[in-house]
């Protein structure tokens, strides 16, 4: 199957300007699963809760609209990221969209910084959305910073962890090769360039969106300074696959008796 990233350099606050630069980087690209960056709409670094609110969504808004003609134009399974809005609160969030439809959405489990003020922490488990026989999974940006993110997905049957990001802190990409490996599952993470200077904060996001293989093989990488979109092609099985050797099975050697909770 063939997956892609698409690295933006979204304008703060300018959603219509950010989905055409979308547009513009996907025209002519046909795939079957491609990664967006986290927030890729609105930009990241916010002011206050009503800010981030102000550029919020329910699961009908212009973002769902927007990657719901993304997945029809390019036949692809899309992930991206967006401000959810429930009720009175915000989640940095994550749809995942095939066939024009809005298969389910992913919370961010481990906010960053100052992410703690303006969202509520992810409150649903979780899970893999199985799409013509690939299982993909879902994780945001710091959540790599936890192993345990990709080895649930994992042991919930994860093909590939499609990873919105936008990284400000130099180890993901590197790091991003050793979850892969210890868990012998593909890797797709859209990042986003640029800087965003707003309030006290100065934000230079790092590029470098990378497609990892169960090996723990770097793929693709893109610019740490360029919009990008890059397409691999990759056999899911080698991913269903947990054998290294004759003797070791990753997942079943595990001796989970010895380990804390
Ligand atoms: C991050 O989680 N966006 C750093």
Known sequence: MKVGYIQTSP???????????VTELTFKVKADLLVLPELFATGYTFIS????????????????????????????????????????????????ISDSELLGVYRKLHLYY??????????????????NG????????????????????????????AHPANLVLPYCQKAMTTRCLENRV?????????????????FN??????????????LSSAPLDKVSVDLVEIDIEK???????KFNDIINDRRKEFYLR
């Open 205 to 218: 996001f790092t590029g470098e969106s990378q497609i990892t293989s169960y090996d723990g093989k770097v």
């Open 11 to 21: 304008i703060f606050g300018e959603k219509e300007i950010n989905f055409d630069q």
């Open 114 to 131: 100052k992410e703690k003020l303006w969202f509520a922490p992810g409150n649903r488990p979780l899970k893999v959305y199985e799409i």
């Open 134 to 161: 690939v299982n993909i999974g879902i994780m945001i940006c710091f959540d790599w910073f936890f192993p345990e993110t990709a080895r649930s997905l994992t042991l919930l049957g994860t093909d590939i962890i």
């Open 49 to 96: 809760k009503k800010e981030a609110e102000s550029l919020s969504e329910g699961l009908d808004g212009q973002t769902a609209e927007f990657l719901k003609s993304l997945s029809k134009k390019t036949s692809a399974t899309i992930v991206g990221g967006f401000i959810e809005k429930e009720k009175e609160d915000l989640y940095n969030s994550a749809m995942i």
């Open 239 to 245: 991913a269903r696959d947990k054998k290294l050797n």
């Open 186 to 202: 593909y890797g797709l993470t859209a990042n986003r360039i640029g800087r965003e200077i707003r309030g006290e904060d100065n």
